[in-house]
């Protein structure tokens, strides 16, 4: 395995409100991070840290397997950062921006950079205050993407935008990227559109990960059971794993993390009359452990 | 990236920029006018109030755009130091500033007008002592530095603006209190400048490590953390420029004395000195061949003394809060005993409580008796008032009398006491109501019934050349006269007010004027000259020797018929001794480099000899040996 970042016990707190504690994390290279949770649960504070704009209290990060600290700054070269909201200075035009970013990159790729304005449909002479939300997504991946970055993180950049535009995006640029071999952390909380392209899971709750794995391994291990049965089921579903369990007189809905063999078996010897064992998707794994 | 970042600075300023340069060129037009009243109201506002104006919204510009458009998220992801971007930020900034700096200094430069009028362009009163020239730089810098500091902390332009321009504000305050404290322990003309230098780096520092190290994103953690840091630079600058101050003036700092102050009496030579910070009287002393302190301090700023009798009298800061450029008249015996105060502005029993005592205080020949001038303000009647004293130095029998002066007048210095026929010579200058020079004049005041007299108009004053005589009988001084514009060099009976004209030319070109102990002659100095006059035949003889081009070294010898004269010869320094005729009857070679004036003070067979910045020594004119005695 081939560590690209590696999170050890971080921790930040704003005031009062510990937003993170003990965070730990580990990315491989060439993968695609998917990282969910609800509002406020620390995920952008979490890349912040990861890009140097604020600091951690406590905790270790390493890029490539190099500690970087808050002041450092030439890991940032091969990083390339969306943020929730692709804020840039309103007064200049896109051409400005690409040319003042670029300054701060050596591997700048200009071509590139002109060839996506080219594929977005984007004047180079457009005042970035005039831009759409969904315009400016689009300069934020020039703007990233022209330094060539080897790991992109993105912060929920589709929030807001209409569909096709999300679809654009995920489906064109994204897949586009993984499949070069970018490493991508992708933060977001509209959890369904990250189905078809990650590759690890990590549900962010309680500042901490709450799960952290590879997604098609959860996908087939995560199930809904759905019984029923001629008596209560009340306090008699004793089997490990059970990530919710919703009790209704004789019916049972439970969802269990890692669905065996043995917990099979182990419910099959309840006097059930019925018992359905369905796969979940994306989003209904994100609800139950989020819940 | 520092020329994208210096471009992006100068793009977001480019309207404040834009106004400079629109009020530089009405400045310019203004010049080319005959307007000078409102060339100078102008520029001085543009001083006064647009430098530091602009400055402030410069500096306060610092992060605003990051703060407005919230890129400061951008920003920071880039790669880059934290303490590189500040850095740059700074300096791109910066500029904007210096350029403003830069095309007003050149058109100063090309502008002769706008030159003329800043040199005459006074500021308030409270400043003087402070504020020269090259101040209105240093502050709008300061103001910079400040507002560039805080503009980390908040997002509202406006708000750092205003709240940069307390901070300065409530800093001078504290300076001022500050200069207070150390003027009166120690004289150090630097200390505006090194206190805006500890200010400045104090916010530098302060910003740079909470920008460097805390998180921008908490905006009450990062104003505490900020305000704690600056806060600690500030009193560590303090605490270290006044160690700095008093250590190096303590230690290593200059010792010299100023000959253009210094008196001839009984045989010794007294003078004010500056003494690692201290400022006093001292004196050659014949008898132990040694340098004496006589007084324990003296001004700072005022540096005349008066002798007469037993007695010297001179000036010494008084404690009047808000105005630590006032002094006090102390006396103290010639020999340094029973030194005391005489006259005190900030006594509330004195009838002279918070007047300004003037330049020039004089004790009668006897050392019995003083005269001084004092100045005050009446605000109801907005009238400038000054008052003549007279009194005994113990104390008793003060008079005193209102004086009234036409015209804008500054400068009062009192030159003669005519004590028997109750008259006072002094001197003031005429300025315009724009503060432009007009004249020096000399007056004579009749204590008796008030009157005044002009008795020289356009006096030509030099530090060396405006001289009571040793009898305090006669007052030689140079004018230029109208309409003729001829300078004339004039010797004043102070008893009978008959003036005799000495020497007269285009321009007198005077340097030094020396008077023989009994009064009767006098020795002065043009570029390259030396000139003698003998008061009782009328007589005037040029000196054959040629002078040494800095023409102050040379004097009279206490038998007032020899006279000493630095010579140059075949690229040496020799001491010439001649009679008054002037036939050389001895020279001696001067063992020391002479660069730049050398004074000379003619003793009894000794000479004192002060080298420019340099050591005193005394020379045996019998034996010829040297001694360095400070």
Same mark, same amino acid.
């Given at each position: 395995?081939?560590?690209?970042?590696?999170?050890?016990?971080?921790?930040? %707190?704003?005031?009062?409100?510990?937003?993170?504690?003990?965070?730990?994390?580990?990315?491989?290279?060439?993968?695609?991070?998917?990282?969910?949770?609800?509002?406020?649960?620390?995920?952008?504070?979490?890349?912040?840290?990861?890009?140097?704009?604020?600091?951690?209290?406590?905790?270790?990060?390493?890029?490539?397997?190099?500690?970087?600290?808050?002041?450092?700054?030439?890991?940032?070269?091969?990083?390339?950062?969306?943020?929730?909201?692709?804020?840039?200075? +309103?007064?200049?035009?896109?051409?400005?921006?690409? %040319?003042?970013?670029?300054?701060?990159?050596?591997?700048?790729? /200009?071509?590139?950079?002109?060839?996506?304005?080219?594929?977005? +449909?984007?004047?180079?002479?457009?005042?970035?205050?005039?831009?759409?939300?969904?315009?400016?997504?689009?300069?934020?991946?020039?703007? /990233?993407?022209?330094?060539?970055?080897?790991?992109?993180?993105?912060?929920?950049?589709?929030?807001?935008?209409?569909?096709?535009?999300?679809?654009?995006?995920?489906?064109?640029?994204?897949?586009?990227?993984?499949?070069?071999?970018? /490493?991508?952390?992708? +933060?977001?909380?509209?959890?369904?559109?990250?189905?078809?392209?990650?590759?690890?899971?990590?549900?962010?709750?309680?500042?901490?990960?709450?799960?952290?794995?590879?997604?098609?391994?959860?996908?087939?291990?995560?199930?809904?059971?759905?019984?029923? +049965?001629?008596?209560?089921?009340?306090?008699?579903?004793?089997?490990?794993?059970?990530?919710?369990?919703?009790?209704?007189?004789?019916?049972?809905?439970?969802?269990?993390?890692?669905?065996?063999?043995?917990?099979?078996?182990?419910?099959?010897?309840?006097?059930?009359?019925?018992?359905?064992?369905?796969?979940?998707?994306?989003?209904?794994?994100?609800?139950?452990?989020? %819940? | 990236?520092?020329?994208?970042?210096?471009?992006?600075?100068?793009?977001?300023?480019?309207?404040?920029?834009?106004?400079?340069?629109?009020?530089?060129? @009405?400045?310019?037009?203004?010049?080319?006018?005959?307007?000078?009243?409102?060339?100078?109201?102008?520029?001085?506002?543009?001083?006064? $109030?647009?430098?530091?104006? @602009?400055?402030?919204?410069?500096?306060?510009?610092?992060? !605003?755009?990051?703060?407005?458009?919230?890129?400061?998220?951008?920003? $920071?992801?880039?790669?880059?130091?934290?303490?590189?971007?500040?850095?740059?930020?700074?300096?791109?900034?910066?500029?904007?500033?210096?350029?403003?700096?830069?095309?007003?200094?050149?058109?100063?430069?090309?502008?002769?007008?706008?030159?003329?009028?800043?040199?005459?362009?006074?500021?308030?009163?409270?400043?003087?002592?402070?504020?020269?020239?090259?101040?209105?730089?240093? #502050?709008?810098?300061?103001?910079?530095?400040?507002?560039?500091?805080?503009?980390?902390?908040?997002?509202?332009?406006? *708000?750092?603006?205003? #709240?940069?321009?307390?901070?300065?504000?409530?800093?001078?305050?504290?300076?001022? &209190?500050?200069?207070?404290?150390?003027?009166?322990?120690?004289?150090?003309?630097?200390? $505006?400048?090194?206190?805006?230098? $500890?200010?400045?780096?104090?916010?530098?520092?302060?910003?740079?490590?909470?920008?460097?190290?805390?998180?921008?994103?908490?905006?009450?953690?990062?104003?505490?953390?900020?305000?704690?840091?600056?806060?600690?630079? =500030?009193?560590?600058?303090?605490?270290?420029?006044?160690?700095?101050?008093?250590?190096?003036?303590?230690?290593?700092?200059?010792?010299?004395?100023?000959?253009?102050?210094?008196?001839?009496?009984?045989?010794?030579?007294?003078?004010?000195?500056?003494?690692?910070?201290?400022?006093?009287?001292?004196?050659?002393?014949?008898?132990?061949?040694?340098?004496?302190?006589?007084?324990?301090?003296?001004?700072?700023?005022?540096?005349?003394?008066?002798?007469?009798?037993?007695?010297?009298?001179?000036?010494?800061?008084?404690?009047?809060?808000?105005?630590?450029?006032?002094?006090?008249?102390?006396?103290?015996?010639?020999?340094?005993?029973?030194?005391?105060?005489?006259?005190?502005?900030?006594?509330?029993?004195?009838?002279?409580?918070?007047?300004?005592?003037?330049?020039?205080?004089?004790?009668?020949?006897?050392?019995?008796?003083?005269?001084?001038?004092? !100045?005050?303000?009446?605000?109801?009647?907005?009238?400038?008032?000054?008052? *003549?004293?007279?009194?005994?130095?113990?104390?008793?029998?003060?008079?005193?009398?209102?004086?009234?002066?036409?015209?804008?007048?500054?400068?009062? &210095?009192?030159?003669?006491?005519?004590?028997?026929?109750?008259?006072?010579?002094?001197?003031?200058?005429?300025?315009?109501?724009?503060?432009?020079?007009?004249?020096?004049? *000399?007056?004579?005041?009749?204590?008796?019934?008030?009157?005044?007299?002009?008795?020289?108009?356009?006096?030509?004053?030099?530090?060396?050349?405006?001289?009571?005589?040793?009898?305090?009988?006669?007052?030689?001084?140079?004018?230029?006269?109208?309409?003729?514009?001829?300078?004339? =060099?004039?010797?004043?009976?102070?008893?009978?007010?008959?003036?005799?004209?000495?020497?007269?030319?285009?321009?007198?070109?005077?340097?030094?004027?020396?008077?023989?102990?009994?009064?009767?002659?006098?020795?002065?100095?043009?570029?390259?000259?030396?000139?003698?006059?003998?008061?009782?035949?009328?007589?005037? &003889?040029?000196?054959? &020797?040629?002078?040494?081009?800095?023409?102050?070294?040379?004097?009279?010898?206490?038998?007032?018929?020899?006279?000493?004269?630095? *010579?140059?010869?075949?690229?040496?320094?020799?001491?010439?001794?001649?009679?008054?005729?002037?036939?050389?009857?001895?020279?001696?070679?001067?063992?020391?480099?002479?660069?730049?004036?050398?004074?000379?003070?003619?003793?009894?067979?000794?000479?004192?000899?002060?080298?420019?910045?340099?050591?005193?020594?005394?020379?045996?004119?019998?034996?010829?040996?040297?001694?360095?005695?400070?």
């Amino acid at each position: 395995m081939k560590e690209i970042l590696a999170i050890k016990n971080l921790s930040k %707190s704003f005031g009062k409100k510990m937003v993170l504690e003990n965070f730990n994390l580990i990315m491989e290279k060439g993968k695609v991070y998917g990282l969910l949770g609800i509002n406020g649960e620390g995920k952008t504070t979490l890349i912040r840290m990861i890009m140097g704009v604020i600091p951690p209290d406590d905790g270790e990060i390493f890029f490539k397997n190099k500690k970087i600290s808050f002041r450092d700054d030439s890991y940032k070269k091969e990083i390339g950062f969306i943020a929730e909201e692709s804020i840039f200075y +309103s007064w200049m035009s896109i051409k400005e921006l690409l %040319s003042f970013n670029a300054s701060f990159y050596p591997k700048w790729n /200009t071509r590139k950079a002109n060839a996506y304005l080219e594929k977005f +449909s984007l004047d180079p002479k457009t005042r970035i205050r005039h831009l759409s939300r969904g315009m400016k997504l689009k300069l934020g991946l020039i703007v /990233t993407l022209a330094s060539e970055p080897e790991f992109l993180i993105l912060d929920d950049p589709t929030s807001g935008l209409d569909v096709p535009t999300r679809h654009d995006f995920l489906k064109e640029i994204i897949k586009e990227l993984s499949e070069a071999g970018t /490493t991508i952390l992708f +933060s977001t909380h509209i959890v369904h559109e990250i189905e078809g392209i990650i590759d690890n899971l990590g549900i962010l709750k309680f500042g901490n990960l709450i799960l952290d794995e590879d997604f098609h391994e959860l996908k087939n291990s995560v199930k809904r059971v759905l019984l029923t +049965s001629d008596e209560s089921l009340e306090d008699k579903i004793t089997i490990d794993g059970v990530i919710t369990q919703k009790i209704n007189g004789t019916q049972c809905e439970i969802v269990v993390y890692p669905w065996t063999e043995e917990k099979k078996k182990k419910i099959e010897a309840l006097n059930l009359n019925n018992m359905e064992v369905k796969p979940m998707n994306l989003e209904e794994i994100f609800i139950s452990f989020a %819940s | 990236m520092f020329l994208k970042i210096l471009l992006k600075e100068w793009r977001e300023n480019i309207l404040i920029f834009s106004l400079a340069v629109i009020l530089m060129l @009405a400045l310019v037009v203004l010049n080319l006018t005959d307007l000078k009243e409102l060339t100078l109201n102008f520029s001085g506002m543009f001083l006064i $109030f647009f430098l530091p104006f @602009a400055a402030l919204l410069i500096g306060s510009s610092g992060f !605003y755009s990051e703060f407005k458009d919230n890129a400061w998220v951008y920003l $920071f992801s880039r790669p880059i130091k934290k303490e590189v971007l500040w850095v740059l930020k700074f300096i791109s900034l910066l500029s904007i500033l210096l350029v403003i700096f830069l095309m007003f200094f050149i058109a100063r430069q090309f502008l002769p007008g706008l030159n003329e009028v800043l040199d005459n362009f006074a500021f308030p009163q409270e400043f003087r002592g402070i504020l020269s020239f090259s101040m209105y730089f240093v #502050i709008p810098l300061v103001a910079f530095v400040i507002s560039f500091s805080i503009s980390i902390l908040y997002d509202r332009q406006f *708000v750092i603006f205003f #709240i940069s321009g307390l901070i300065g504000t409530v800093l001078m305050v504290i300076y001022q &209190q500050y200069l207070l404290f150390m003027e009166r322990v120690y004289y150090y003309p630097g200390s $505006f400048k090194i206190f805006s230098l $500890f200010i400045a780096l104090s916010f530098i520092l302060a910003s740079l490590i909470t920008f460097v190290k805390y998180d921008f994103s908490q905006m009450g953690k990062k104003i505490l953390t900020f305000s704690k840091f600056a806060v600690l630079f =500030l009193v560590v600058s303090l605490v270290l420029s006044t160690i700095g101050i008093a250590k190096g003036e303590l230690f290593t700092g200059s010792k010299d004395f100023y000959p253009f102050s210094s008196l001839k009496y009984e045989g010794d030579v007294y003078t004010y000195a500056y003494q690692r910070g201290i400022s006093r009287i001292i004196k050659y002393d014949s008898e132990s061949d040694r340098m004496e302190k006589i007084s324990e301090k003296s001004s700072h700023t005022r540096s005349r003394f008066s002798i007469g009798g037993e007695n010297i009298i001179y000036l010494r800061e008084a404690r009047l809060p808000k105005k630590y450029w006032l002094n006090n008249i102390w006396i103290v015996n010639i020999d340094g005993s029973g030194e005391k105060p005489l006259v005190e502005i900030d006594n509330p029993d004195s009838p002279v409580y918070n007047h300004e005592i003037l330049d020039g205080n004089l004790l009668s020949s006897d050392g019995k008796e003083v005269i001084f001038l004092t !100045y005050l303000f009446d605000k109801d009647a907005r009238k400038k008032i000054i008052t *003549v004293w007279w009194m005994n130095v113990n104390g008793s029998g003060i008079k005193k009398k209102k004086l009234e002066f036409p015209g804008n007048y500054w400068g009062f &210095q009192l030159l003669a006491w005519s004590e028997p026929e109750n008259h006072l010579i002094l001197m003031y200058e005429v300025k315009s109501q724009t503060f432009k020079p007009i004249a020096k004049r *000399v007056v004579l005041v009749n204590l008796e019934n008030e009157s005044q007299r002009t008795l020289f108009e356009n006096v030509i004053e030099g530090i060396y050349t405006l001289r009571t005589s040793p009898t305090y009988d006669h007052l030689a001084l140079a004018s230029r006269g109208e309409p003729d514009g001829k300078e004339r =060099l004039f010797i004043l009976n102070l008893k009978t007010l008959e003036k005799k004209t000495v020497f007269e030319a285009d321009l007198l070109k005077l340097w030094a004027v020396k008077w023989s102990q009994d009064g009767r002659k006098i020795l002065f100095s043009r570029t390259n000259e030396l000139w003698a006059y003998f008061l009782d035949e009328n007589r005037l &003889q040029k000196v054959s &020797q040629r002078n040494y081009g800095h023409e102050v070294g040379f004097d009279w010898l206490a038998d007032n018929k020899r006279f000493v004269l630095i *010579v140059p010869v075949d690229g040496e320094y020799h001491l010439s001794v001649l009679s008054e005729d002037s036939k050389e009857e001895k020279r001696i070679k001067i063992p020391y480099p002479v660069e730049g004036p050398v004074f000379a003070w003619g003793l009894n067979n000794n000479v004192l000899l002060k080298f420019r910045m340099g050591p005193l020594f005394r020379l045996d004119l019998e034996t010829e040996k040297w001694k360095k005695v400070y």
